[in-house]
């Protein structure tokens, strides 16, 4: 069994959708040559400086986190300049979430993610 790679990324300055990509790809392992769909194979990455992270245009005050519980009239939305404000962390975390395959490897992958301050 090979061992998987560890990753530090430094968020600060960078955009926030060009971070997420980045760490779905490496936790998904597809910058490796022997990539197989089916087969867990990602690294494990570390992200430091989220609270840093820029924003183009207006999405601070105009993006918003969307939940819905299934339930009728369970809709949740939450500003981003809410979330960056209470807990940064989580716009990453959203972010890369909703960039992996919705799959069964999906929870393991994001148990590799560690996203710090």
């Not at 779905?24 to 769909?37: D, F, I, Q």
């Not at 999405?59 to 809410?82: A, C, F, M």
């Amino acid at each position: 069994m090979e061992q998987r790679e560890h990753v530090k990324i430094d968020a600060e300055g960078k955009a926030i959708g060009r971070i997420a990509t980045e760490v779905a790809v490496l936790l998904m392992g597809k910058n490796r040559p022997n990539y197989v769909a089916r087969l867990d194979q990602g690294a494990h990455v570390r992200v430091i400086n989220v609270s840093k992270v820029k924003f183009t245009g207006k999405k601070l005050d105009q993006k918003e986190l969307i939940h819905h519980s299934w339930h009728p009239g369970g809709i949740k939305r939450v500003p981003l300049k809410r979330v960056m404000e209470v807990d940064s962390r989580k716009a990453l975390a959203h972010a890369v979430s909703k960039m992996l395959p919705r799959n069964t490897h999906r929870a393991d992958r994001m148990a590799r993610l560690v996203i710090e301050k």
